[in-house]
C-alpha cells in the first residue's frame, strides 16, 4: 500500500472524512493491486484558507500517495478515475475539486518498524 497523505477542509463530520479515507484506499486496492489489509494513511484537516486549489472553495481534496516504483501508468490513470468518481458518489466531492499527486520510491525508502528496510530483507 502506499503512504498516503490527505487534506480535505475542516469541519466535516467523522462520516465524511471516514468516507474520503475509505474511498481512497478502496480505490487504491481495486486499481493497483495492493493487498486488502494494507493501510497507511495520514488525514490533514485544513482551514479553509490553507487549502487552496485554484480558486475552488467548495468541498475539495488534495492527496498525495508514496509507493514502490514500477506501478504502470494505466493503473495510475485507473486510480486517477476510480478515485473521483468514489469521491463524487460518497461524501459529494466534485471530480474537479480532487487533486492527486503521486511519487515514486525504491525498496531502500520503506521502514516500516525496528528500523529495518523490510523490503531489502533476505
Not at 465524511?16 to 495520514?42: C, E, K, L, S
Amino acid at each position: 500500500m502506499p503512504f498516503v497523505t490527505i487534506n480535505l477542509v475542516k469541519g466535516k463530520s467523522r462520516d465524511y472524512v471516514r468516507a474520503v479515507a475509505d474511498q481512497v484506499n478502496a480505490a487504491v486496492i481495486d486499481t493497483m493491486g495492493f493487498p486488502d489489509d494494507d493501510r497507511y494513511q495520514v488525514i490533514n484537516e485544513c482551514e479553509p484558507e490553507n487549502l487552496q486549489l485554484q480558486r475552488r472553495d467548495s468541498d475539495r481534496v488534495m492527496m498525495h500517495l508514496v509507493m514502490r516504483s514500477g506501478r504502470p501508468d494505466a493503473d495510475k490513470k485507473a486510480f486517477y478515475a476510480r478515485v473521483v468518481e468514489s469521491l463524487a458518489e460518497n461524501p459529494g466531492i466534485p471530480p474537479h475539486n480532487v487533486m492527486i499527486t503521486i511519487t515514486e520510491n525504491q525498496d531502500i525508502d520503506w521502514s516500516f518498524r525496528d528500523g529495518v528496510a523490510q523490503f531489502c530483507e533476505t
